[in-house]
């Protein structure tokens, strides 16, 4: 059974060159094309954004893993988001690199912690077959089976 945890509020004037506000304020920024296809320095754009807020929620979702098998993270682990936009014929698209160092553990059990967050992580979930994303441990690709990335929000 779905359960509402939260609801986010966030309102866009003038697309690419205009400006996004939350509603509470905390995020009030100019928006641009990003600096390297003509836009304006000191601005954000829509995929800055998303890698931010994908990074910080595979990076819970990775504690929460974590937290399940009794371990801590460093609290130097990371995750590094990279969202490149792209264009396909008229269309235009995203795709992601996620790139986690937990520093503390080995190779084999990042790459089962991380395995197990993208399972679990809300971005993850929602991009899932609607988006390429490349899982990396330490700058090393990592494979995904086809079947890791089915049904996972149904609980299959």
């Not at 359960?3 to 928006?31: E, F, H, P, Q």
């Not at 969202?83 to 089962?112: M, R, W």
């Amino acid at each position: 059974m779905k359960k509402n945890l939260y609801t986010a509020d966030a309102a866009a004037v003038g697309g690419r060159s205009g400006r996004v506000r939350s509603a509470t304020g905390v995020i009030d920024l100019d928006m641009s094309v990003p600096e390297g296809l003509g836009g304006k320095k000191g601005a954000t754009n829509p995929e800055e954004l998303f890698a931010a807020g994908y990074a910080s929620c595979f990076q819970q979702a990775l504690l929460v893993i974590s937290e399940r098998a009794s371990d801590t993270l460093d609290k130097e682990s990371s995750v590094h988001c990279s969202v490149t936009l792209f264009q396909e014929g008229e269309g235009y698209g995203l795709s992601a690199i996620l790139d986690v160092d937990l520093k503390k553990f080995d190779e084999a059990k990042t790459i089962e912690m991380v395995r197990q967050a993208h399972k679990i992580c809300p971005y993850s979930v929602g991009t899932r077959g609607n988006m390429e994303v490349e899982l990396r441990v330490m700058g090393k690709a990592i494979p995904v089976q086809a079947e890791e990335n089915v049904g996972v929000a149904e609980g299959k």
